[in-house]
Structure formats: C-alpha cells, structure tokens
C-alpha cells in the first residue's frame, strides 16, 4: 500500500472534519457519493445543492481514480464552514496532472461548485504526486 504521510491532513482542531480513507478503485464511489450526500443532509443543505455535491464529489473521484498507482489510497476531507462544504481528495497518481481547465469533466466541476482547484507535488516517498483536488459548494438558501 502505498505510503500517506506527506497527504495526512493539517491537525486543525477548530473545525469538525470528518475524513474517510478508502482504496483508490471505481468499486468505492458509491460509498464516497453516500458520504458526500450524508455530510451535507447533516449541515441541512437543500436537495439541489446535495445533488450538486454528489456530482461533484463522483467526478473528482473519478478523475483520481483512474489516474492514481496501484494499491493507491483515497483520502477525502469534509469540512463545514458555514455557509459552505469544504471537500478535499487526495491520492497518489502516477503522472502529473495539468488539470486541463478546457475539458468537458472541469467544466462540469466549475458548474456544479463554487470553486475548484488541483493541486500536485512530488511523492517524497516514492514515485508518483500527491494529486489534491478541492471544492467547496455552499448551500443556495444561506445568504
């Protein structure tokens, strides 16, 4: 399995965080849209914007899936600020990602979220980068 401490996440206490870390494979997406949608009805976003969150939180897995090493993990960050979800995911992919803002998969993320953004460096422990991919959605009813 491949090493996670250059992705563990910053040792914030002043903000509930909850986190999942899950084998990197199309097999967990259902798990990681269950949570999405579970952490958002618990901040009572409205219906559209949970669907918003799921759809978001499937492309992103998605796109680090299919580009993460074998044996990678996934490790997804849901953090509540009011008014807005913060949601990050990181894994350990094999190339680097321009994270190409012309293709149909980003233009989808920029609809659905109100901010979106793919981070990289070098895995200090191995081959690869940590590939980071963050959004945050607020809930449509909350000024």
């Known amino acids: 399995m491949a090493h996670l401490s250059a992705i563990e996440p910053e040792q914030d206490q002043t903000q509930p965080v909850v986190e999942l870390r899950i084998r990197a494979t199309p097999d967990q997406l259902s798990i990681l849209r269950a949570l999405a949608a579970t952490v958002a009805i618990q901040e009572n976003f409205d219906l559209d914007t949970i669907a ?3 759809l978001a939180m499937d492309e992103i897995c998605t796109h680090l899936i299919v580009r993460a090493l074998p044996d990678s993990v996934l490790v997804c960050r849901f953090v509540y600020t009011a008014p807005q979800l913060h949601v990050s995911v990181s894994t350990t992919t094999a190339d680097y990602d ?9 233009h989808i993320l920029t609809a ?3 901010s979106i953004s793919l981070d990289q460096e070098a895995d200090p422990h191995g081959s690869g980068y940590i590939t980071t991919m963050k959004f945050a959605k607020a809930d449509g009813r909350r000024p």
């Open 112 to 114: 659905l979220t109100d």
């Open 98 to 106: 321009s994270g190409d803002q012309r293709s149909f998969g980003w």
């Open 52 to 54: 918003d969150i799921r």
